[in-house]
């Protein structure tokens, strides 16, 4: 049992006593699992209306609650790490994504059920950077990319199969089913990881600095409160309840950003950006997050309203995607390993670019099987740019920043995804609402939609171009 001691400081853990393998699993299952009751419950958003009635702005707050906790928790997450055992955080993840899910499956009304969803989001929230940071520190360099590929296969995974299973488990089983599926499973991951988890990070204790926490939970959580609210059709980009809470969002982490960079142990070191190719990484990780929650709302939308299919129907159109996404990964993680980010992520970009293009032509008359092709291609696209372009800008980082790199990562992740969403939600609505019907239409409310879908998905064309442009300044880091 001395190893819990030493790992209070990892440099002074042998390697030879770390077992990395199923401390790399524990975490992984834990965020498949945490991931999976995420993306799975979208499904079930008018069963719960019609349950409570309420209406879908209202049912909107289960997602934007979620992300409004991880865009406060996740920067915080770097003071975390340094003050508590891998151990500890790892077994309050689990504690409060179990709790939350009992909470959940037993609600009896709306307000609990929300409120079960932000102690779900403070599981995740403590869980995805852990799992970033333990990852770096357990395995060597070379190792890296292979290992990161496999947590994409989980992260990737998990949402892709969230919708399909929920549209099955929701028709037969209700809603709550699909709490009390994940239970157990969570329940295995905390068993598992109190045999196998180990602590592997550096305890610092870092002086607490209340100011910049409270700047940072203002900053970021402002602008994922206001960007949700525009996403949620909440009110056009003028009205007070969206531009105020980006307004001070933004000048809370200006703040924040000077006060750090006074400070001699900041909460978040912003010093992670002098190094390029983090920079490069950071940037490409939300262009590309950017991409993947646009297409993630705008799909289902045209599937459901432009091809009018069912939801179970069009999960399923998007699941050979996700599954072939997941399943890449792991294969992009191993070319990582061997040819460095350029051979992958160059070619990843244009994939997206050309299909984000391709996107903005889609019709009422469009064949699933065209849809499926395409949206699998992206998403091969996708798996070629988000962890080699991660992996790629952590290995530039000492090892005492690691912390730091992670909470920023996973932050810009959860900021790009609730821009990403907004953005195009709005660009949407907006092409819907400008349609002007020809003589010949015969369904007028699918084709406006499709109309403002083709109008959206400019907005993962503009960001593929960008991405594209960057990645020819990629270079691989040479880490020892």
Not at 188 to 201: A, D, E, I, K
Not at 276 to 281: D, H, L, R, T, V
Request: glycine share 10%; charged share 10%; with cysteine.
């Amino acid at each position: 049992m001395g190893l819990s001691k030493q790992g209070l400081a990892a440099t002074s853990i042998e390697q030879t006593k770390i077992r990395p393998i199923p401390i790399a699993v524990s975490l992984m299952i834990g965020a498949f699992i945490g991931l999976f009751s995420e993306t799975a419950l979208n499904m079930a958003f008018t069963n719960i209306m019609t349950d409570f009635h309420i209406d879908a702005h209202a049912v909107q707050w289960l997602t934007t609650g979620y992300l409004l906790v991880l865009g406060i928790l996740v920067p915080v997450s770097a003071l975390l790490l340094q003050w508590f055992t891998t151990r500890q955080l790892f077994n309050a993840s689990l504690i409060f994504s179990i709790i939350g899910t009992i909470v959940a499956a037993l609600s009896p009304n709306f307000e609990l059920l929300l409120v079960a969803r932000v102690i779900q989001a403070i599981g995740t929230g403590l869980l995805l950077p852990l799992m970033t940071n333990v990852i770096l520190v357990i395995f060597p360099p070379h190792k890296r990319g292979s290992v990161m590929g496999l947590m994409g296969l989980v992260i990737m995974f998990a949402p892709a199969v969230g919708p399909t299973l929920s549209g099955f488990i929701v028709d037969r089983l209700g809603w709550q089913s699909i709490f009390w599926i994940s239970l157990p499973l969570l329940a295995l991951t905390f068993v598992f990881g109190l045999v196998y988890m180990q602590n592997v990070s550096t305890i610092t204790k870092p002086k607490i600095d209340i100011l910049s926490i409270i700047l940072s939970s203002i900053g970021f959580g402002g602008i994922v409160f206001g960007f949700s609210s525009a996403g949620e059709g909440a009110g056009s980009w003028g009205e007070p309840g969206v531009f105020i809470p980006i307004a001070i969002g933004a000048i809370a982490l200006v703040l924040f950003a000077v006060r750090q960079l006074r400070m001699k142990q900041p909460m978040l070191n912003l010093r992670v950006f002098k190094f390029p190719m983090f920079s490069i990484g950071v940037l490409m990780v939300f262009l590309c997050m950017m991409l993947i929650l646009s297409t993630s709302i705008l799909l289902p939308m045209y599937l459901k309203g432009g091809l009018l299919l069912t939801a179970f129907a069009a999960g399923l159109v998007l699941l050979p995607g996700g599954i072939i996404n997941g399943l890449m990964s792991p294969v992009t993680g191993r070319l990582f390993d061997k040819f460095g980010p350029k051979f992958l992520v160059i070619p990843g970009f244009i994939i997206t670019t050309i299909l984000s293009y391709l996107f903005t032509n889609v019709t009422t008359e469009t064949p699933q099987t065209t849809i499926i092709i395409m949206h699998t291609c992206i998403f091969i696209g996708v798996a070629m740019i988000m962890m080699p372009a991660q992996t790629n800008g952590l290995n530039q980082l000492p090892r005492a920043y690691y912390p730091d790199g992670s909470a920023v990562m996973n932050t810009l992740q959860q900021i790009a995804g609730a821009i990403g969403t907004a953005v195009a939600v709005s660009i949407m609505v907006a092409g819907q609402a400008s349609y002007v019907p020809s003589a010949g239409t015969t369904n007028p409310m699918a084709e406006a939609l499709t109309s403002g879908v083709q109008n959206a998905f400019m907005l993962a064309f503009v960001a593929s171009i960008i991405g594209l442009i960057a990645s020819f300044f990629i270079k691989r880091v040479n880490v020892k």
